[in-house]
Nanobody
Framework: QVQLVESGGGLVQAGGSLRLSCAAS????????MGWFRQAPGKEREFLAT??????YYADSVKGRFTISRDNAGNTVYLQMKSLKPDDTARYYC???????????????WGQGTQVTVSS
């Protein structure tokens, strides 16, 4: 069982930056694939980035602006976001599974999410 808790969301002006954190429980964290997704009201959940070991993969919509990283010693995965736009406003979720990619259905474990609001 893996439990995930996101933090770091908030209100930021367009062009600003935020770093989201996802703290994970479980002794096998190092081997899990970790993903970040977001969901805006009335929209489907959107894949943003995933990391497994040192391999990372990004959605085109955030490539170059968002960076995913992990601290295995601290059981934490991060999403550094820069050049934020009002369209980035959404609830952001981290997810985990042993083997997973860019599809939400591949992840068995999810956090409760953290809200990011970007003002224009």
């Amino acid at each position: 069982q893996v439990q995930l808790v996101e933090s770091g969301g908030g209100l930021v002006q367009a062009g600003g930056s935020l770093r989201l954190s996802c703290a994970a429980s479980g002794r096998t964290f190092n081997s899990y694939a970790m993903g970040w997704f977001r969901q805006a009201p009335g929209k489907e959940r959107e894949f943003l980035a995933t990391i497994r070991w040192d391999f990372t993969y990004y959605a085109d919509s955030v490539k170059g602006r968002f960076t995913i990283s992990r601290d295995n010693a601290g059981n934490t995965v991060y999403l550094q976001m820069k050049s934020l736009k009002p369209d980035d406003t959404a609830r952001y979720y981290c997810a985990a599974d042993r083997v997973a990619g860019r599809n939400a259905e591949e992840y068995a474990y999810w956090g409760q999410g953290t809200q990011v609001t970007v003002s224009s």
